[in-house]
């Protein structure tokens, strides 16, 4: 695990996420990341994300997602779906993932998201408390804002 890893969450296989082949089917790791980000969130942020999303200040939705594929995940596998903010932007912020099988490498991806307000459907700057959140978890430094 390196410097950047160190918030993951386990996932196992289930025979419905498996395709012909008997490996997982690849529109599942997009499940896997949400469910890994969401728990993310929850960890950094606390038991406030409800009441963040409910109060219109913070609710993230997909704006971007990279999935580079690299060894297949198989019925039963214990998955380790790693999650962190990289970059943090003014309304929007990249999360870096991999999912990992052991310490064996199985699939990365690049995800962007965006504060989103549901009244006005429209991106809303991130608040600042949030952003420092996210910034003493990762230890990013401010050039990364």
Do not use: W
């Amino acid at each position: 695990m390196s410097q950047y890893e160190h918030f993951s969450y386990p996932i196992r296989v289930r025979y419905s996420e498996i395709d012909g082949q008997k490996i997982v089917f690849n529109a599942h790791y997009s499940t896997y990341i949400d469910v890994a980000t969401t728990e993310y969130f929850r960890h950094v942020l606390g038991d406030r994300l409800h009441l963040l999303a409910d109060d219109h200040l913070f609710d993230p939705v997909l704006r971007k997602i990279i999935l580079e594929f690299i060894k297949p995940a198989k019925l039963d596998d214990v998955l380790d779906v790693y999650c962190r903010v990289a970059k943090l932007g003014k309304t929007s912020f990249e999360l870096s993932h991999t999912i990992k099988r052991d310490d064996e490498l199985l699939v990365k991806a690049e995800v962007v998201q965006v504060n989103y307000d549901v009244n006005s459907g429209k991106s809303q700057v991130i608040p600042a408390e949030i952003k420092e959140a996210f910034i003493q978890y990762e230890k990013l430094s401010h050039s990364s804002i």
